[in-house]
């Protein structure tokens, strides 16, 4: 039988006894005086103070709220908390958001791999077989020309931010024919040379060339940005659990003084009608009293269950088993009043600071920077191709290829090493779209883009402004409804405590009693929530102005490539 049942079953027999007791001829015995005050309740039994071992001896008969089963008592402050959430193994969420800004950096390496030297090189071998086309052969009886040659090459690239293409190439040809009339049978045909291109028109200059390592550059600096947005909203979350866990706590024992004092109306209201001196409808108002404070307990015990499971889910290690969620936190950090001066207070100048910080705004920035960027990319990508082009090469011939310091008339490296022979080229390509409509397309896009950017802009620091003032004004509201909500819970306690003094002299009923304790009840809950709204609007308005949790250091988890 649980301990409700058990509860419900004590109080019906009591009240089944209490009928027999008004029906009996009974001396009657007058009640002993006795004060009635909230959190320090005279009782039938004692001329003391309901004291804490009293109180847990009535709550013991409330049946406990399943998965309330605590393993131990765990102190915690509130940067304890904030500080297990940026742990490396802490909340999963948050530590997610950091891989973002690493994507982000993987990213701008690919971009800025094009400008990397390329190394290149190739080994070419050659077959061929035809009629000869020279006189020549054809005397000396050869029905066909076979040629046989190899090729061996090794070169260097590399891509300069202002579009220039440069080449350094070192080239070897071995050719040997059947033919008895060629000078040089095998050949060796060496190149050493460097080459040139530099756009004139489409592609020239580093607002070009360098267009999407500029995207990418911007794309890293946003994704930290959310990376620092994502950091305010687990404070700001760890926060909210670990304040919402403290009034739960609070409301808990509240509502369990609460129901002491029910329970002390009914013991009263039980001796009062055996002499007679109240009616059987008081008794049954304090009965149904007291039945409502154990609900309310039963609720404020849900509800801490509930906000103790939300505060674990944000700092709770990952590889944490089932046991661990057993826990009973005992908050050490208490919600301070939030000291701001209003008489020195300057919300145009913090607004303006504000604009400069926050990441919403600077990222909408950064896609109005990619956004220019790609109009700018996008413009010159209308333009025809006109490139100049240039090339420089020496060469050297022999018969054999040289071996290390062998440097002979035969050898193929002497017109090389000699620089005897060499050849240059220059010219210009030229290349022009007919019709043009992918380019001119692409353009209008950017162009919608770069408007949408701006609107997308401004709407950012409207709702930005809005935000803050808005915050603001709730954080004044809060901090002026902690005074109005403490002066409204004495008001309430002192009319509480006079409604019982005037029921104890008959000039008062039960249910006038039992309504002004619930008001009573509803004022201290309102002050402790005071307390609490008004530090999670100081929480908002810090992360508003875009500085929440600034001294904070996150270090970066190590991305899943590197391990």
Request: without cysteine.
């Given at each position: 039988m649980s301990r409700i049942t058990s509860f419900v079953l004590i109080f019906a027999a009591a009240f089944a006894s209490l009928t027999e007791v008004a029906t009996a001829e009974e001396t009657p015995q007058p009640p002993p005086e006795r004060r009635f005050e909230f959190?320090?309740?005279?009782?039938?039994?004692?001329?003391?103070?309901?004291?804490?071992?009293?109180?847990?001896?009535?709550?013991?008969?409330?049946?406990?709220?399943?998965?309330?089963?605590?393993?131990?008592?765990?102190?915690?402050?509130?940067?304890?908390?904030?500080?297990?959430?940026?742990?490396?193994?802490?909340?999963?969420?948050?530590?997610?958001?950091?891989?973002?800004?690493?994507?982000?950096?993987?990213?701008?390496?690919?971009?800025?791999?094009?400008?990397?030297?390329?190394?290149?090189?190739?080994?070419?071998?050659?077959?061929?077989?035809?009629?000869?086309?020279?006189?020549?052969?054809?005397?000396?009886?050869?029905?066909?020309?076979?040629?046989?040659?190899?090729?061996?090459?090794?070169?260097?690239?590399?891509?300069?931010?202002?579009?220039?293409?440069?080449?350094?190439?070192?080239?070897?040809?071995?050719?040997?024919?059947?033919?008895?009339?060629?000078?040089?049978?095998?050949?060796?045909?060496?190149?050493?040379?460097?080459?040139?291109?530099?756009?004139?028109?489409?592609?020239?200059?580093?607002?070009?060339?360098?267009?999407?390592?500029?995207?990418?550059?911007?794309?890293?600096?946003?994704?930290?940005?959310?990376?620092?947005?994502?950091?305010?909203?687990?404070?700001?979350?760890?926060?909210?659990?670990?304040?919402?866990?403290?009034?739960?706590?609070?409301?808990?024992?509240?509502?369990?003084?609460?129901?002491?004092?029910?329970?002390d109306m009914v013991f009263i209201n039980i001796q009062r009608f055996r002499v007679g001196d109240v009616a059987r409808i008081n008794l049954t108002q304090a009965l149904a009293s007291e039945a409502s404070a154990v609900s309310q307990v039963l609720s404020a015990q849900n509800t801490l269950a509930q906000r103790t499971d939300a505060l674990l889910s944000l700092i709770m290690p990952e590889d944490e088993n089932l046991d661990s969620w057993k826990v009973k936190f005992v908050l050490d950090s208490k919600p301070d009043i939030p000291n701001v001066d209003w008489t020195t207070y300057d919300a145009e100048e913090i607004i303006t600071d504000a604009l400069k910080t926050r990441p919403d705004v600077l990222q909408s920035e950064l896609s109005m920077k990619n956004a220019e960027i790609v109009v700018t990319a996008a413009d010159n990508g209308l333009l025809p191709e006109l490139n100049l082009e240039g090339g420089f090469n020496y060469t050297g011939l022999g018969k054999d290829f040289p071996q290390s310091g062998e440097f002979t008339h035969s050898s193929g490296n002497r017109g090389l090493l000699g620089r005897q022979f060499y050849e240059y080229n220059v010219g210009i390509s030229v290349s022009v779209p007919l019709g043009n409509e992918a380019k001119e397309a692409a353009y209008e896009s950017a162009l919608i883009s770069k408007r949408q950017a701006e609107l997308s802009l401004r709407l950012a620091r409207t709702s930005a402004i809005s935000d803050i003032r808005s915050k603001i004004r709730d954080l004044h509201f809060q901090i002026a409804r902690i005074e109005v909500t403490a002066a409204d819970a004495r008001l309430k306690e002192s009319q509480y405590n006079a409604e019982v003094l005037r029921w104890q002299n008959g000039l008062s009923t039960s249910f006038q009693v039992d309504e002004f304790r619930k008001q009573d009840l509803e004022s201290k809950r309102n002050y402790q929530r005071a307390l609490i709204d008004a530090r999670l609007a100081y929480v908002s308005y810090q992360r508003s102005l875009g500085v929440l949790g600034k001294d904070i250091v996150v270090q970066d988890a190590e991305s899943t490539s590197e391990e």
């Open positions: 959190g320090a309740t005279d009782s039938m039994r004692s001329e003391e103070d309901l004291s804490e071992s009293e109180i847990k001896e009535i709550l013991s008969r409330i049946e406990a709220i399943p998965g309330m089963e605590a393993q131990g008592e765990t102190k915690l402050s509130l940067d304890d908390a904030i500080s297990r959430a940026m742990a490396e193994d802490g909340s999963i969420s948050f530590r997610t958001s950091l891989l973002s800004p690493q994507s982000s950096r993987q990213s701008l390496r690919s971009r800025d791999a094009a400008f990397e030297p390329l190394l290149t090189g190739s080994v070419r071998g050659s077959f061929s077989q035809s009629t000869p086309s020279s006189a020549l052969d054809a005397g000396q009886g050869a029905t066909v020309s076979i040629r046989r040659g190899i090729n061996y090459s090794l070169g260097v690239s590399k891509l300069w931010s202002f579009g220039t293409q440069t080449s350094l190439s070192y080239t070897v040809s071995r050719g040997s024919s059947n033919s008895s009339f060629a000078t040089l049978n095998p050949s060796y045909n060496q190149s050493l040379g460097v080459s040139i291109s530099q756009p004139l028109l489409r592609g020239i200059g580093s607002d070009a060339t360098l267009s999407e390592y500029r995207q990418a550059l911007n794309n890293l600096e946003s994704a930290e940005l959310s990376a620092v947005d994502a950091k305010m909203q687990a404070v700001q979350q760890v926060e909210s659990a670990y304040w919402e866990l403290y009034y739960a706590q609070e409301d808990l024992k509240v509502n369990e003084r609460n129901l002491a004092n029910a329970q």
